[in-house]
């Protein structure tokens, strides 16, 4: 059978419900992680991005400023670019206001089209006095150079990725620069060239720097480089430069290993990087108290004031100007106030940290995590398999959460989240199918169990048509003797049971009649039944008119084929139609209730034995008694009187003696024998029976009521 075969393979692949196959998953994540596909990457930056917007750096007044050539700005001074000689009056404006450092986050690479010379050469038709006037002025650019000289000024150099030779496409000068320990260039980011401003500002400013602000993969800025790597040359990033000059540091150092770079330092001040040289950005909300219009600097507002000692950011945010970034906590943030909040975290000493152990750090709680799910999954029920996953999911989420809030740590859980939800699908499919095996195996086993018991059941009926078979049920029973009348009835408690009845004529005027009950219920006690019923009826054919005889000879011969070790209570008795004389025989029954017409209900009591098969040879003596015609014998087995109710009371002699004398004189054994069967039933209510029920009902006529019919 294929299907059974499938069935059995994914079984035993499932083995130990999936705990092989989850390990085998868990190992397979864990070497994943090593190579970090995009995947895991994007997973962690999303795990950070929530945390940097859940819990940004919080803001400060902090030395760092903004000079931004807004939209105001260019409605004022007139649009983009500005002639240099405007330039070089708003660096003048903001030297006045002495500021620590100002960085360009703007290129000069060409000259300016607006210097006088320019002019006379794109108008050659001038006058002669124009011309010289106009030769004689000092060009633009010289002019800003002079404003950049005298001010702690950084310009900025456009790092490129392609080597292609453009305008002022030059080799970079050298900022001082001390490596300690291995060189770090092998893993500084690698430029091959730059686009720089023009040599004449470029000599003036005090230094010069990378503006490079590095995407993620998916565009979103979340690290950017303090040093790179430009044709061979190390150069620091705007920010970095800007904090050297600051401080007055002559030189910056990078702290190396043979695992990269470590961190960066100028002066006393330690930035850790990452190994690239790197750092984690920690931005605050956008902060629009950051910048000051061009034009309030221009026109000599208080606002100048607010440059004194500060940090100082130049660049432009006008329409069609600005270069926008994509933030944690923002998805638009122009490209200068990128600078102003990586100077802001330096300034601040609220670094995110990546530590050198996280990566072994996640992936060993990776590993524990998901052997805990592995171990103890399986051994849980349905209802409660899902809570360890939610307990991890949860607890991975506040590890994280502490590390950036408390430690300002990137400690990235989301990878053991995604591994230990696939390891928890892997148990819960194994459960699934495991279950769904045992579901066919219990109900392959089901399926036997019926078909055994429609078997059996099959049996007991077959059984249960046999039993009743051997008992005699055609009344009336003797219709050519009209001297008595005979009724008698089994019900069994189970599909057999029992219980036993006969009767016979022995000859022409004497009647036997036999009720017993044997020790037990269903299959061994019908068995036994019909063994007793077979040899006593056959010691009664024998004896013929001796109940005496009869009863210990059937004792004797019952015990010997008993190895159960069975007992059956018996009653019987022979009448003589003639004279109504009755012997009787008790093997521990209960004696037969007389109903007389006109009189009230008596026991006809009896010496009798034991049971028989207790003694096997006790001697068991004979009772008589002389019925008049009319008088009727009821014989009954204890599923009468010892039948329930649902609140287990017995139905009792008693109760039966009750009704027997509530009944009519007149009323036939049939009669009486189903009324007592119907009365037994009502008072049960519908409780399984306790034991069979039999009843034999025996009218005496006479020899009157044979001659008058």
Partial sequence: MPAERVRNTLASVFHWRGRTLA??????????????????????????????????????????????????????????????????????????????????????????????????????????????????????????????????????????????????????????????????????????TALQSIPELDGAAKSRASLNVLPEFDGVVRRVPLVIDIGGTVTPTLTLEMLRLAVGASHFAIHSDTHGIRGISVDDVFVPTESDGRIWVNFSEPNGNLYVSAADILDGTPQARLLAGKLVLLGSTGLGLTDTKATPVAAQMNGIEVHAHVLESIISGKHLIRPIYADWLELGITFVTGLFLILIVPSLGSKWASAPLAVLIISLAIVAWVAHAKFALRIDTSFAGAANTTVFAILLIASLIETDRLRRLLQRDLDLERAAAERLEGELSAARSIQLGILPSDFPAFPEHQEFDLYAFLEPAKAVGGDLYDFEMLDDHHLFFIVGDVSGKGIPASLFMALTKALYKSSAMRRRIEIESIMTEANAEISRENPAMMFVTALSGILDIRTGLVQFCNAGHDPPFLLSPGQPVTTIKNDGGPPLCVLDDFEYPRDTYQLNPGDMIVLFTDGVTEALNPDKDLYTSARLETFLSKQPDDLDCAALASGIYEDVKMFADGAEPSDDVTLLTLRYLGPQAATAT
């Fill in 23 to 192: 390990l085998i998953c868990l190992i397979g994540f864990l070497i994943f992680r090593i190579v970090e596909p995009v995947p895991f990457e994007t997973l962690r930056t999303t795990l950070f991005d929530a945390l940097h917007v859940m819990k940004p750096r919080a803001r400060q007044e902090l030395p760092v400023i903004i000079v931004d050539i807004d939209e105001k700005s260019l409605a004022k001074y007139g649009q983009w670019p500005w002639p240099r000689n405007l330039m070089a009056r708003l660096v003048d404006r903001v030297g006045e206001a002495r500021p620590l450092a100002v960085g360009f986050d703007i290129l000069f690479s060409e000259p300016d089209r607006y210097s006088p010379h320019r002019i006379l050469d794109n108008f050659q038709h001038m006058s002669p006095t124009l011309k010289r006037e106009l030769a004689a002025l000092q060009s633009n650019d010289k002019l800003l150079a002079k404003s950049l000289s005298k001010i702690p000024s950084v310009i900025g150099i456009g790092a490129l990725l392609s080597d292609e030779k453009t305008v002022n496409t030059r080799p970079v000068k050298q900022i001082p620069v001390v490596e300690r320990g291995s060189s770090a260039k092998p893993y500084l980011l690698h430029f091959p």
